[in-house]
């Protein structure tokens, strides 16, 4: 015998049937309530609304009361419209001259009804307020942690609270472009200036180092060796070594005595985008498309740890001597605090939305910045709390550098530098310099830039092929250039 076949549609909607009719029967009908679960049901309630004065003993009007114990041994409490004597703390409390009489003393709970009765009789704005308070102050345990300032008493939980406003920002002389200095022949992608100050070197798509007189802007050296774009420069404070990373995956190390490559670290799979180097030790960490960053052992070249746990290109890293000594920003938009003993992450930090290309440590306060498309936003050490947002920088911010005066600098794509004061967020200054004559303005971007150790100058590596040196303004005064500045309510999103 053929069985007949059906669509799935028809099977499920007769499936559907058959569950109906089985339980149509008891659709709606009420549950039957249990003595005993209701019974502890209540003793937990009661436990957990009124524990703090269930050890009251309760008097009846005029005679004793035992109390009734619950299943949990907890005491009943009076009901509304019953007395009951307060034999540890007093509904008016004594004191010098006040003595408590039979009536002080004998504590009235208000029936249900005379309360809806006051309620009714107050002011719109009192009843519910006031109300409310006298039950908070009877169920003390119940009460909210703001009620209880000041003695709790009902004018401290009724003030107005002002909103937060930003302070007055601190004055800052307006920056103006210096020098502009030319030579490379591909997009300047790295700056780093030496400890001494008297040079910088700069890193660019024609794969070529160059060393530049700080002072005059005049090129004193080029160094070439990699095959591709170099993407980081770093110069040591503690050896005469200069540290180089490209897209051509290598990480080189130059004796700046021999003008010679003296090392090769390797081990990153993917173009190496940005280095750094630990303040107090002879440690390198490099960072990369290849989603991790690695620390090497300048000396033995050996590969310490491999930073792992980003999900894409590691677009910056930033050393420093406190915990958490290494820290990462990342395409995959999260930023890493790194345990550099452990070689394990610390604290991951997801408020941005938008790659993370950018870090700028405090070189005083224990605090750190991330720029993105998004926002920049400001972190506090060691574990990567939440600041404040920096908001009105909308580009993709590829760089920013802070100084101890408190000038936070981020640096765009579309070849827009904002200045910040650093405490307040307020964006006191924005700079877009023109391009050099011949490029297009399509070739306005700023790639890196850097304060010099003097902390007077702002170097600052161009899409247009150039190098470009700010300095503050040294005839402005707050007169001439004062801050615009409005007492805002702080927008400090938590994201």
Request: glycine letters at 8%; hydrophobic letters at 35%; one cysteine or more.
């Amino acid at each position: 015998m053929d069985v007949q076949k059906h669509s799935v549609h028809t099977l499920v909607f007769r499936s559907l049937k058959r569950t109906h009719d089985m339980f149509v029967a008891d659709h709606a009908k009420p549950v039957v309530l249990d003595d005993t679960s209701h019974k502890v049901k209540m003793a937990a309630k009661l436990r957990a609304d009124y524990g703090a004065i269930l050890h009251m003993p309760v008097l009846k009007e005029g005679k004793d009361r035992t109390p009734v114990s619950d299943l949990h041994g907890n005491k009943n409490y009076a009901q509304p419209g019953e007395k009951y004597m307060i034999t540890g703390t007093h509904a008016y409390p004594s004191g010098p001259g006040v003595a408590l009489t039979a009536d002080t003393q004998m504590h009235r709970n208000p029936s249900e009804g005379g309360v809806h009765a006051l309620a009714l009789a107050l002011p719109p704005s009192q009843a519910s307020g006031e109300i409310t308070l006298g039950l908070k102050q009877r169920h003390p345990s119940s009460c909210h942690p703001s009620l209880l300032e000041g003695g709790g008493t009902k004018n401290s939980s009724l003030v107005v609270r002002k909103a937060p406003t930003m302070p007055k920002p601190q004055w800052h002389a307006p920056w103006k472009l210096f020098r502009v200095i030319s030579g490379h022949l591909g997009w300047v992608r790295s700056i780093a200036v030496e400890p001494g100050n008297q040079w910088f070197v700069t890193g660019a798509g024609d794969r070529t180092i160059k060393i530049w007189d700080l002072a005059s802007g005049k090129l004193k050296l080029s160094l070439t060796g990699h095959i591709s774009t170099v993407r980081g420069v770093a110069v040591s404070t503690r050896s005469p070594y200069l540290f180089s990373c490209g897209e051509d995956k290598q990480v080189k190390c130059w004796d700046l005595e021999y003008n010679k490559v003296i090392r090769h670290y390797h081990g990153h799979l993917s173009a190496v985008y940005d280095l750094d180097l630990h303040p107090t030790i002879d440690v390198l960490v490099t960072c990369s498309r290849d989603a991790t960053a690695r620390v090497w052992d300048i000396r033995s070249k050996a590969n310490v740890h491999t930073l792992s746990g980003h999900t894409n290109t590691v677009a910056t890293v930033r050393c420093q001597a406190a915990e958490p000594q290494i820290i990462t920003g990342s395409h995959d938009s999260t930023i890493r605090l790194w345990d550099l003993i452990a070689g394990k992450t610390r604290a991951t930090l997801t408020n941005h939305k938008k790659s993370v290309r950018a870090l700028a440590l405090h070189p005083r306060q224990y605090t750190f910045a991330s720029g993105s498309a998004d926002n920049i936003k400001q972190w506090t050490f060691p574990d990567g709390n939440f600041i404040q947002n920096l908001s009105g920088h909308n580009a993709i911010i590829n760089a920013m550098a802070v100084n101890s005066d408190g000038v936070l600098v981020s640096g765009a794509d579309n070849g827009t530098i904002h200045l910040w004061d650093w405490r307040t967020g307020y964006n006191f200054q924005r700079i877009h310099a023109a391009v050099q004559p011949g490029s297009l303005d399509s070739e306005s971007g700023i790639f890196a830039c850097v304060f010099d150790n003097s902390e007077s100058r702002l170097i600052t590596a161009e899409a247009d092929k150039t190098i470009k040196v700010y300095k503050e303004d040294d005839t402005a005064t707050e007169e001439s250039h004062p801050i615009n500045w409005k007492p805002e309510i702080l927008k400090r999103k938590r994201f």
